[in-house]
């Protein structure tokens, strides 16, 4: 026995040889970058750390890297889905143009579940060729588990398979110098969290006008890998924008009920607040600038704000609420009124036309579509005609004191503190390192 474990370890060494040889050699054979791979494929048993493999420079006669005919286009595109919406509509934002594609996802058995599950924020992801055909499809049916659509040549195939790895959490912190997007953009930050900023703080700050050169924020979040290849972009955990001198941080929170929501740090709800502007903030939009800018009028006369939009432009909720009507209104064309908690009712006018769902009764979320810019009923152009009343009585909504968000529930205040303690550290940390040392 003692002899054996002996022979054993002497072993050892020689096995230790003949794996780095092993692995010089396949590096002579295969280029670079395989050959790692290759190498553990043969000697599986072989510890990584002990091989320090040499690296052995040998001209080597390779044919010119150059594909023989120009890659196909792939386009890869990814939507989140709203209230209302179909897979028909997702297809079309995501620029699938491939009704077969739709006809095989309603006859799978797999495929199908996403015409079940389409559920509001749940991420679609399609890869599509230049005459938009589908590619591939990737459907998150949850954080952790996903269903997966691809084309070959014998046609379309379908899976749903768990999703293999934790988020990981990035932090950034930037300053605006000319818009929101250069300023992400310029820290690597994607479109779909860039967007998320925006909307988070959308309750204290207008994103098309309020934005200073100078401004600067903070975020820690998510991205979702799977298998090491990133996903999707997550959610947004904590941040802080400071604008125009002022700051305001969000926190992440779960309630006991599991239901997530964003919090400032002394604890009141950020989305029980009104949005500053309810024309939905985008890439497109961000570059219009003075064209987004609320127009006051007589204000006695007119008893709204005007939104100067162009046409098509996205009509948003300005808080949680139900529908009391949509539909046409005399002088105020295609109308939307929306009534929240307190009191309180918001009319959306001139709309060129209605979100898809949108109808008396519908219950809206805050920052959710509801309809489009336009120039219906009295309007010489196409804005947004935006009305705020409290029991009835118009109010300036620019001016108005807004009711107060609602704090976290008394008996979830421990937890919170907790995680607001947290948050303000994380926070302070991302503000003060330099972009680079947190890439
Ligand atoms: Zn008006």
Redesign the pocket.
Known sequence: MQAQKADILAQRPARTGWARQLILGAMLLVVPALSVLTAFGIAPDTSVADLEPTLVRQPLDLPELSPPQPLPERFVAQERVLRGDTVAALFERLGVRDPKALDFLRGDATGRAIFRQLVPGRMLQAETGSDGELLSLRYYLNASALMEVSRSPEGFASRQRAVTEAPRVFYKTATIGSSLFAATDAAGIPDAIALQIARVFATDIDFHVDLRKGDRFSVVYEMLYDSGELIAPGRILAAEFVNDGHAYQAVLFRDDEGEESYYSLDGTSRAKAFLRSPVEFSRVSSGFGKRFHPIF?NWRA?T???FAAPRGTRVIASADGHVVSAGRRGGYGNAVEIRHGGGITTLY?HLSGFARGVRAGTRVRQGEPIGFVGSTGFATGP?L?YEFKISGIHQNPMKVALPKAEPVPARLRPQFIEVASQARATIERVANSSPARFE
């Open positions: 009028r007119h709204g704000v005007d006018a804005h005609h």
